[in-house]
């Protein structure tokens, strides 16, 4: 397994050991020491699946309070991913990571608490899992705008389908500062 830092401090690119033969395939997902010796604490206490079509935008997503930390994957398919830091004080503010995760690279992304996440499906559809460090807590369920100048981001998608939580979700500069992850040095 390699894990692979990327500029956010907590969001890692896991590449997993993939033995295969003319069977196919077998590789570790996750191995807490593994991960633990590569600065990933993570319980997983639920894991999500969802299956989208080919121009589906999910995102930007969190929870705030009661985060979750997140290790995402395709099972099938292709999709682009990112991650935004949204703590105002972070060094890494405003930032992003982008990666494409498929059944093809067998890459993850983990994603640490307090991040935004958000991914759009590239391939016909993808079926995509999240593991994830706590319940999902409807109180605490909030999005940002997948859209939002602020960040920049270039989707692979100018006219992505949205949910109807994505496409009313607010603008970063809208959400209330104790609605938004708290940045710890």
């Given at each position: 397994m390699k894990c692979i830092a990327t500029?956010?401090?907590?969001?890692?690119?896991?590449?997993?050991?993939?033995?295969?033969?003319e069977r196919g395939f077998f590789y570790e997902s996750f191995n807490r020491a593994r991960f633990a010796a590569n600065g990933i604490d993570a319980t997983f206490v639920q894991t999500n699946v969802s299956q989208s079509q080919r121009g589906v935008?999910?995102?930007?997503?969190?929870?705030?309070?009661?985060?979750?930390?997140?290790?995402v994957s395709v099972l099938d398919g292709e999709v682009y991913d990112v991650a935004v830091d949204i703590r105002p004080g972070s060094?890494?503010?405003?930032?992003?990571?982008?990666?494409?995760?498929?059944?093809?690279n067998k890459r993850h992304?983990?994603?640490?608490?307090?991040?935004?996440h958000g991914f759009c499906v590239v391939s016909e559809k993808a079926t995509f899992v999240y593991q994830c460090?706590?319940?999902?807590?409807?109180?605490?369920?909030?999005?940002?705008?997948?859209?939002?100048a602020r960040f920049a981001l270039d989707w692979p998608v100018s006219d992505p389908h949205l949910s109807k939580k994505d496409r009313n979700a607010p603008f970063f500069d809208e959400v209330p500062r104790e609605r938004l992850p708290d940045y710890l040095p």
């Open positions: 500029e956010l401090p907590g969001v890692v690119i896991v590449e997993p050991t993939v033995h295969g033969d935008l999910r995102g930007l997503h969190y929870q705030w309070p009661n985060p979750q930390g997140k290790l060094p890494t503010f405003g930032k992003s990571v982008a990666v494409m995760l498929s059944s093809e992304l983990w994603i640490a608490p307090g991040y935004a460090t706590s319940l999902y807590d409807p109180a605490a369920d909030a999005a940002i705008r997948w859209n939002d």
